[in-house]
């Protein structure tokens, strides 16, 4: 058959893109707090524990609020300049563009560190807060790639009609635009939810004492009887974005499919 | 009146729906960068700046051995990286585009994603259980007999970071490329086929200066951000594969030297820009586009 050794290769590939992710729910059911093998017994202590660390919880709390709040501001950006760009041609567009999507290359570290600075200097306590404004920074770009492409797959003539038919601008995005891009915007909520809820450095920089859960998992990587436990949340959390990301997907490509356009596949 | 009739405009309503986004980004992100290059020409203070001027800063960077070493070991691992990846990406990208079928495209691009997506910092952490002294591979092996005594040359070290961060990009490496190659007009290939070229010189003649533009996207996309990378050096780099955001995070919050930090930063982010540059430079014939 055509492309056998290619199809070999392709599976050999997922297996390492996928054998660390594979490993998470054997240690975190395995009774030993030595991550290696063999394999010593089942226990679902690990998953008892987490719920007693109050710590933890609070952390939860704190990615819970700045996910939340981080996908909305991200989503409401990501549609103001995905419309702009897809709609209106304008001058220094893509220079525009080019900044805005800059913190998609730009080493987060520097994100951190130059936020970091600026707010110091101005005297502004780090909190949740300040973690918002920079996972907000670097979901936006990630939400225009997916806006991009739900808005691009809008027929120019349905709007038109609705404005000849009598509509304002107002009402014809609310009425025709919106509902036909509307999958493409819960897919971006999701992806952006899933960026914050993952992100460590900025969150480390920029949290101060209000830790969220990445910065309490790095935490937690200095004491190795800790370990089992973090391989325990970490195959809830794994769970978690697999799910996320399949709704996003289906989310990506109905809206695709509503707008008649052709599926050109991947995120990003 | 001028002023009315250029908000109406096609032109003005598109700067006016970009603003909100565009000064977002201007005051969250381009207003501290310019910040931090300002800071890096003052005197440090402890956590404060001392508002003189000074280029003492780049001085002790470009002097101090401990800075150029760290920043040569970065480009270095991210070059590595960079290789490594995008040259096993590539047939993954090939494979999807010219093998699999249409129907069934997507579902593959969404496999390799899916890795991407799930918690970064667990992903890098496994590396270390996987790789370590009583890790999984030393022990399976040991187990099966095949070695005596656990390897020690898999962790700590520039392998480790450069496995791990392999891994993490895979993905950014893989989806230029394949939107590249899916662009391709397939009838090119026919016809360079047909004009009696093999399979394998159609696929350098054709193909892969076709594809170019998509291999030099996700070479930019995987070195840039590998370069300045915290939580892999961190975490499986040891004392021997610490890179250059391990010296700026030392110097802001260790230190609570801002300038010098600044100072790092900016040559950092520099010299890497450079050599993205070059490298873009270097294929700027793949580039042009279509005459």
């Given at each position: 058959m055509r492309g056998r050794g290619f199809q070999i290769y392709a599976i050999c590939y997922l297996i390492f893109l996928y054998a660390p992710i594979a490993l998470l729910p054997i240690f975190a059911f395995n009774?030993?707090?030595?991550?290696?093998?063999p394999l010593s017994g089942f226990t679902t202590q690990w998953f008892s524990q987490l719920w007693t660390d109050t710590s933890l919880l609070l952390a939860v709390k704190h990615s819970l609020i700045v996910a939340v709040s981080v996908s909305i501001l991200a989503t409401c950006f990501g549609v103001f300049a995905a419309r702009a760009t897809t709609r209106y041609a304008f001058p220094m567009k893509q220079g525009l563009m080019g900044m805005i999507m800059l913190p998609l290359v730009l080493p987060d570290i520097i994100i951190a560190v130059s936020l970091l600075v600026v707010l110091m200097q101005m005297g502004a306590s780090l909190s949740i807060l300040t973690v918002i404004l920079g996972h907000t920074l670097i979901a936006t770009p990630f939400t225009i790639a997916i806006l991009n492409s739900a808005f691009q797959s809008l027929d120019k003539s349905l709007e038109e009609a609705a404005i000849d038919l009598g509509e304002t601008p107002a009402s014809t995005f609310r009425l025709i635009i919106l509902p036909l891009v509307m999958p493409g915007i819960i897919s971006s909520l999701l992806i952006a939810f899933s960026i914050s809820l993952d992100e460590y450095i900025i969150a480390a920089f920029l949290s101060g004492t209000e830790a969220t859960l990445p910065v309490y998992i790095f935490a937690q990587?200095?004491?190795?009887?800790?370990v089992p436990v973090i391989m325990a949340l970490g195959t809830i959390l794994v769970c978690l974005s697999i799910t996320l990301l399949t709704i996003a997907e289906y989310f990506r490509r109905r809206g695709i499919a509503k707008a008649g356009g052709k599926d050109t596949g991947g995120f990003l | 009146m001028k002023r009315r009739s250029f908000l109406r405009s096609e032109a003005g309503h598109g700067l006016l729906m970009l603003s909100p986004t565009a000064l977002y980004a201007t005051i969250v992100m381009a207003a501290p960068l310019v910040a931090v290059f300002v800071f890096s020409f003052m005197t440090p203070g402890?956590?404060?700046?001392?508002w003189t001027f000074t280029l003492n800063n780049y001085a002790k960077v470009f002097s101090s051995p401990i800075y150029t070493a760290l920043l040569g070991r970065s480009l270095l691992t991210s070059g590595v990286v960079t290789a490594v990846t995008v040259l096993t990406a590539f047939p993954i990208a090939y494979f999807i585009s010219f093998y699999v079928s249409p129907a069934r495209k997507s579902l593959w691009l969404f496999l390799i994603t899916i890795p991407f997506w799930t918690s970064y910092l667990i992903r890098v952490f496994l590396w270390k259980v996987i790789l370590g002294y009583n890790g999984v591979i030393n022990s399976a092996f040991l187990g099966l007999g095949i070695i005596h005594e656990p390897m020690?040359?898999?962790?700590?070290?520039m392998n480790s970071v450069v496995i791990t961060l392999a891994h993490s990009y895979a993905p950014f490496a893989i989806l230029p490329i394949f939107v590249a190659l899916e662009k391709i007009d397939r009838s090119l290939l026919e016809a360079g086929q047909d004009l009696g070229e093999s399979r394998f010189m159609t696929f350098i003649r054709v193909t892969l200066p076709l594809a170019m533009s998509g291999v030099v996207a996700s070479v930019l996309i995987v070195f840039i951000p590998t370069a300045g990378d915290y939580v892999t050096p961190t975490l499986v780099g040891g004392a021997n594969g610490q890179m250059i955001a391990n010296v700026i995070q030392l110097q802001y919050f260790?230190?609570?030297?801002y300038p010098m930090g600044s100072a790092v930063s900016i040559t950092a982010m520099a010299v890497v820009t450079a050599v993205a540059l070059i490298f873009v430079f270097l294929n700027r014939r793949f580039l042009r586009g279509p005459k």
């Amino acid at each position: 058959m055509r492309g056998r050794g290619f199809q070999i290769y392709a599976i050999c590939y997922l297996i390492f893109l996928y054998a660390p992710i594979a490993l998470l729910p054997i240690f975190a059911f395995n009774n030993s707090t030595v991550i290696s093998f063999p394999l010593s017994g089942f226990t679902t202590q690990w998953f008892s524990q987490l719920w007693t660390d109050t710590s933890l919880l609070l952390a939860v709390k704190h990615s819970l609020i700045v996910a939340v709040s981080v996908s909305i501001l991200a989503t409401c950006f990501g549609v103001f300049a995905a419309r702009a760009t897809t709609r209106y041609a304008f001058p220094m567009k893509q220079g525009l563009m080019g900044m805005i999507m800059l913190p998609l290359v730009l080493p987060d570290i520097i994100i951190a560190v130059s936020l970091l600075v600026v707010l110091m200097q101005m005297g502004a306590s780090l909190s949740i807060l300040t973690v918002i404004l920079g996972h907000t920074l670097i979901a936006t770009p990630f939400t225009i790639a997916i806006l991009n492409s739900a808005f691009q797959s809008l027929d120019k003539s349905l709007e038109e009609a609705a404005i000849d038919l009598g509509e304002t601008p107002a009402s014809t995005f609310r009425l025709i635009i919106l509902p036909l891009v509307m999958p493409g915007i819960i897919s971006s909520l999701l992806i952006a939810f899933s960026i914050s809820l993952d992100e460590y450095i900025i969150a480390a920089f920029l949290s101060g004492t209000e830790a969220t859960l990445p910065v309490y998992i790095f935490a937690q990587f200095r004491f190795p009887n800790k370990v089992p436990v973090i391989m325990a949340l970490g195959t809830i959390l794994v769970c978690l974005s697999i799910t996320l990301l399949t709704i996003a997907e289906y989310f990506r490509r109905r809206g695709i499919a509503k707008a008649g356009g052709k599926d050109t596949g991947g995120f990003l | 009146m001028k002023r009315r009739s250029f908000l109406r405009s096609e032109a003005g309503h598109g700067l006016l729906m970009l603003s909100p986004t565009a000064l977002y980004a201007t005051i969250v992100m381009a207003a501290p960068l310019v910040a931090v290059f300002v800071f890096s020409f003052m005197t440090p203070g402890y956590l404060k700046v001392v508002w003189t001027f000074t280029l003492n800063n780049y001085a002790k960077v470009f002097s101090s051995p401990i800075y150029t070493a760290l920043l040569g070991r970065s480009l270095l691992t991210s070059g590595v990286v960079t290789a490594v990846t995008v040259l096993t990406a590539f047939p993954i990208a090939y494979f999807i585009s010219f093998y699999v079928s249409p129907a069934r495209k997507s579902l593959w691009l969404f496999l390799i994603t899916i890795p991407f997506w799930t918690s970064y910092l667990i992903r890098v952490f496994l590396w270390k259980v996987i790789l370590g002294y009583n890790g999984v591979i030393n022990s399976a092996f040991l187990g099966l007999g095949i070695i005596h005594e656990p390897m020690t040359f898999l962790l700590y070290n520039m392998n480790s970071v450069v496995i791990t961060l392999a891994h993490s990009y895979a993905p950014f490496a893989i989806l230029p490329i394949f939107v590249a190659l899916e662009k391709i007009d397939r009838s090119l290939l026919e016809a360079g086929q047909d004009l009696g070229e093999s399979r394998f010189m159609t696929f350098i003649r054709v193909t892969l200066p076709l594809a170019m533009s998509g291999v030099v996207a996700s070479v930019l996309i995987v070195f840039i951000p590998t370069a300045g990378d915290y939580v892999t050096p961190t975490l499986v780099g040891g004392a021997n594969g610490q890179m250059i955001a391990n010296v700026i995070q030392l110097q802001y919050f260790k230190l609570g030297d801002y300038p010098m930090g600044s100072a790092v930063s900016i040559t950092a982010m520099a010299v890497v820009t450079a050599v993205a540059l070059i490298f873009v430079f270097l294929n700027r014939r793949f580039l042009r586009g279509p005459k």
